[in-house]
Structure formats: structure tokens, C-alpha cells
């Protein structure tokens, strides 16, 4: 894949400096295809759509409904932020041996090593990263559709035998698809009017989205918080095997 990627990169530049016309719109197209390419991979690497779907169980609820119920068990923050925390404990590993799990847990998911950790304490066991999920909620409605990609910041916190997980979240990253195509007839012929499809990237506030505001669309806007709250789940559960894990030790051919 990655070097299917590299192929279109290289034609679609060549095409744009012998037809910029063609060129400016097959960018777009190349655009598409290296978002979607990265964003899978980093889907991939963390949380799949089926974690995000069995810890996101609706019942007999509709989406609206598991949203208000979720926000009364978990209400935001004096900041507007939905902040969710859960402590574990990991009887026999010390405080180190906890922080290296995750750290080395951290390194491997990013593809940028340099700046995969925000805080790094070892010595006062804290490590902060902030985590990019794609896609954990989408509703299409007419020509229009939505697509919610989250960016929490996660706060680890390290002690003896426990390990304090926080999960912070401000905002919804949003991106419209308008779809303001048309055709009509003439001289015989189709000709296509409106805009195409266009792209809007948004955020939304938590605090100003359903179930706790009413700025953005309701039911887009229940699905973005259910599903947050199922990330939290997710995670927690993938962090929980991690940290149960043996602590892998590098070979130093010694």
C-alpha cells in the first residue's frame, strides 16, 4: 500500500506540471487517498471499529438516549472537558516497571517517536501523549455527511502496584462533505452545475454538542460522545493487557 501511495504521488505530480487544469483536480483526489491511507493506519495501530462498537452498546436505546445517560454518569469538567479516569492495580510490578510498559507501548503505536510523549517523568511516574482517533463516529444525511475524529489527551500516572489512566477530551474534529452537485440539459446534452463536493473541517466543543449543548447537529453530535466514551473503554482494556504483559527486555548480545 505504502508504495501504491508513492506510485500515484508521482503521477499525479506529473500530471499537475504538463496539465495544471487536470493536475489541481487530481490533487485533490491524491488528498483523499493520503488521508484515508494514514488515518486507517493509525486506526489500525490503536483501536479498531469493532472495539469502538462493543464498548459502545446502545440496547434498546437510541443514540440520543445512551448520550444523556452517559452524561449523567459522567458529567464534564469545570472546563467543559469530558474527563474520564480510572485506576487499576497491578499486584507484584513496581512503579518502573509499569512506566516502561507503557512508554515502550506509547513509542511503538507513533510514527513519530520525537514527539509521541508530552511528559515524560519517569522519576515522578507521569507520562502525558495525546492520541489521534480517527473516524469513531459517521452519519450521513442527504447530500451531507459527517465524520467525528477525536483527539484526547491521555494522562498516565504511576505508583507501586497502580496505575491511574485519565482520558481528556475538549473538542470534536468535524469534516463535512457537502455534495452540491447537479445537472441539467442542454442542447441535447448533460451539463453538470453546483460546486461538486466540498470539504468544511470543524470543531466542535464538547460542552456546545448534544447531550450538553445545542450548537451542532443532535444525533451527529450523540453518536461523537457515546463513541468517545467507548474509546475510553477501549483503551482501557488495551492498556490493561500491557500492563499484564511481562515486560519485554531488548538482548544486549552480552
Same mark, same amino acid.
Given at each position: 500500500?505504502?508504495i501504491?501511495? %508513492?506510485?500515484?504521488?508521482?503521477y499525479y ?6 496539465s *495544471?487544469d487536470?493536475?489541481?483536480y487530481?490533487?485533490? !483526489? @491524491?488528498?483523499? !487517498? ?10 489500525a ?9 462493543r464498548? #459502545?452498546?446502545?440496547?434498546?436505546m ?7 445517560v452517559? #452524561?449523567?454518569?459522567?458529567?464534564l469538567?469545570e472546563?467543559g472537558?469530558?474527563?474520564?479516569s480510572v485506576i ?5 510490578q513496581?512503579k518502573?516497571? @509499569?512506566y516502561?510498559k507503557?512508554?515502550? %507501548?506509547i ?5 513519530n517517536?520525537?514527539n509521541a510523549?508530552?511528559? #515524560? ?7 502525558v ?5 480517527p473516524n469513531?463516529a459517521?452519519?450521513?444525511?442527504g &447530500?451531507?455527511?459527517?465524520r467525528v475524529?477525536?483527539?484526547p ?5 504511576? +505508583? &507501586?502496584s ?6 481528556? @477530551?475538549?473538542?470534536y474534529e468535524?469534516l +463535512?462533505?457537502? &455534495? ?17 463536493v466540498t ?5 466542535w ?8 449543548g445545542?450548537?451542532h *447537529?443532535?444525533v451527529?453530535?450523540?453518536r461523537?460522545?457515546v ?6 473503554? #477501549?483503551?482501557t ?8 504483559? *511481562?515486560?519485554?527486555?531488548?538482548? &544486549?548480545?552480552w
Amino acid at each position: 500500500n505504502f508504495i501504491k501511495v %508513492w506510485i500515484l504521488t508521482f503521477y499525479y505530480l506529473n500530471l499537475a506540471r504538463i496539465s *495544471p487544469d487536470k493536475g489541481k483536480y487530481m490533487k485533490k !483526489i @491524491l488528498a483523499f !487517498i493520503l488521508c484515508a491511507f494514514l488515518s486507517s493506519a493509525a486506526s489500525a495501530q490503536i483501536l479498531t471499529q469493532k472495539d469502538i462498537e462493543r464498548h #459502545a452498546y446502545l440496547g434498546d436505546m437510541s443514540w440520543s438516549t445512551k448520550a444523556q445517560v452517559l #452524561a449523567k454518569q459522567n458529567p464534564l469538567d469545570e472546563s467543559g472537558n469530558l474527563h474520564l479516569s480510572v485506576i487499576t492495580e497491578f499486584e507484584g510490578q513496581s512503579k518502573d516497571e @509499569l512506566y516502561k510498559k507503557i512508554e515502550k %507501548w506509547i513509542l511503538s503505536m507513533s510514527s513519530n517517536s520525537t514527539n509521541a510523549l508530552m511528559v #515524560a517523568d519517569k522519576e515522578n511516574g507521569k507520562i502525558v501523549t495525546k492520541c489521534y482517533l480517527p473516524n469513531v463516529a459517521k452519519r450521513t444525511i442527504g &447530500d451531507n455527511s459527517y465524520r467525528v475524529s477525536i483527539c484526547p489527551i491521555l494522562t498516565f500516572d504511576f +505508583k &507501586d502496584s497502580r496505575v491511574r489512566f485519565s482520558f481528556d @477530551l475538549s473538542s470534536y474534529e468535524v469534516l +463535512k462533505k457537502n &455534495d452540491d452537485s447537479g445537472y441539467g440539459v442542454m442542447m441535447g446534452s448533460f451539463v453538470f452545475t453546483g460546486r461538486g463536493v466540498t470539504n468544511d473541517n470543524q470543531q466542535w466543543l464538547v460542552q456546545e454538542s448534544f447531550p450538553f449543548g445545542s450548537k451542532h *447537529p443532535k444525533v451527529t453530535s450523540s453518536r461523537a460522545f457515546v463513541n468517545s466514551n467507548a474509546c475510553f473503554g #477501549a483503551l482501557t482494556e488495551k492498556i490493561n493487557d500491557v500492563l499484564k504483559a *511481562p515486560l519485554k527486555v531488548e538482548e &544486549d548480545n552480552w
